[in-house]
């Protein structure tokens, strides 16, 4: 079984200024991971994903991620937010099934 | 390319009341998922089909929730009848296989049940 834990679930932060959402799994076996945002009112959209290869994946919107296996994390990051940017953002594992994390909210303040 | 396509977006129903919702996914992906996503939380599973036939729907509460699609393409997810507690936002999603990468998801199904 495959599980998700996102480690927080509010983020506050101004914009232009770096921003990391934490992301922890736990599974028996290999997995593929991805980080998916949702705006209000809207279904979600992709936004990266790691299934082999280099361990720094790079997304749309200038996010990017680092799966570290020893760690088992796959945390987000973007070097600088824009007010756009505000979304709730949800942190998934496929082994079988496609497992979401429970969402960060991300509110960019001006 | 239209995307995977759901209705209606906003459902209000009264208790014990009967409600479907539609979903039409991207043309060619073979399987197509029903998620359902509460109040601040993450989208769960509840079924998923590989074209016709359902190959998971361990999640489905099946005393009231049905779910078909028939002809492998579009797919209508029921509810008979409904509760207070089944208020929540119904994903449909889509993809070609089920073993890679991510899905494409529809903008949803906001059911209220007053």
């Known amino acids: 079984a495959q599980s998700v834990t996102q480690l927080d679930s509010q983020v506050p932060v101004f914009e232009e200024a770096p921003v990391e959402l934490r992301c922890n799994y736990s599974s028996s076996v290999s997995v593929y991971l991805f980080w998916y945002v949702q705006y209000p009112n809207q279904g979600l959209q992709l936004l990266l994903k790691?299934?082999?290869?280099?361990?720094l994946v790079k997304g749309i919107n200038g996010f990017e991620a680092e799966f570290n296996k020893s760690q088992t994390s796959f945390h987000l990051r973007k070097p600088s937010v824009h007010i756009s940017d505000t979304a709730e953002y949800f942190c998934?594992?496929?082994?079988?099934?496609?497992?979401f994390g429970q969402g960060t909210e991300l509110s960019v303040k001006p | 390319e239209a995307g995977v396509v759901q209705s209606p977006r906003y459902k209000i129903i009264e208790k014990k009341q009967p409600v479907a919702f539609w979903c039409n996914p991207i043309s060619g992906h073979n399987t197509l998922y029903w998620y359902r996503q509460n109040l601040g939380q993450g989208p769960e599973l509840l079924i998923r089909y590989e074209n016709e036939e359902a190959v998971d729907d361990s999640q489905l509460p099946k005393d009231r929730f049905s779910a078909e699609r028939l002809k492998g393409v579009d797919s209508t997810l029921k509810i008979q009848p409904a509760e207070l507690g089944d208020s929540a936002v119904y994903l449909c999603a889509s993809s070609f296989t089920p073993g890679q990468g991510g899905y494409t998801f529809g903008s949803g199904t906001r059911l209220t049940v007053v």
């Open positions: 998934a594992v496929k082994g079988g099934k496609l497992i």
């Open positions: 790691y299934l082999s290869g280099s361990t």
